[in-house]
């Protein structure tokens, strides 16, 4: 696998293949329900912006990295250009100032960690499993 193609996340036929099974933040119910799944295990919340090179780099890094079980972790994308209306809900209900990137992790109810930009990494999840 070229550098490029390990680093942007693409297989030989040039597709993406993400090891992340997200689940979409496209609606405010749907952070209900993430923090009722907090409540049984780990959330994380993904906050990118396609539109921003950083992002995108560190979604990828993320993503190529990832190495959870939905058993272990429940994972939340959000698209911050079409939904930054979540975002700022996110923000005020974890008391998490907005960032994006940004990586959130939710147990029971509770904000316990959150990452921007260069350091995101799916590694420090290990510590919430």
Not at 103 to 123: M, N, P, Q, Y
Request: with cysteine; hydrophobic share 40%; net charge negative.
């Amino acid at each position: 696998m070229s550098f490029f193609n390990k680093m942007f996340g693409t297989n030989e036929e040039g597709k993406s293949s993400p090891k992340v099974n997200w689940n979409q933040l496209d609606d405010l119910k749907v952070i209900d329900e993430a923090i009722a799944l907090s409540f049984e295990k780990p959330v994380i919340l993904f906050k990118h912006s396609s539109r921003c090179s950083i992002s995108r780099f560190a979604l990828k890094q993320f993503e190529n990295d990832y190495n959870f079980s939905s058993e272990q972790l429940e994972p939340f994308f959000l698209d911050l250009l079409n939904h930054r209306n979540i975002s700022n809900e996110i923000a005020e209900r974890f008391q998490v100032e907005h960032q994006s990137p940004q990586l959130i992790v939710v147990k029971d109810g509770v904000a316990v960690f959150s990452s921007t930009h260069s350091d995101i990494e799916a590694e420090i999840l290990n510590k919430f499993v």
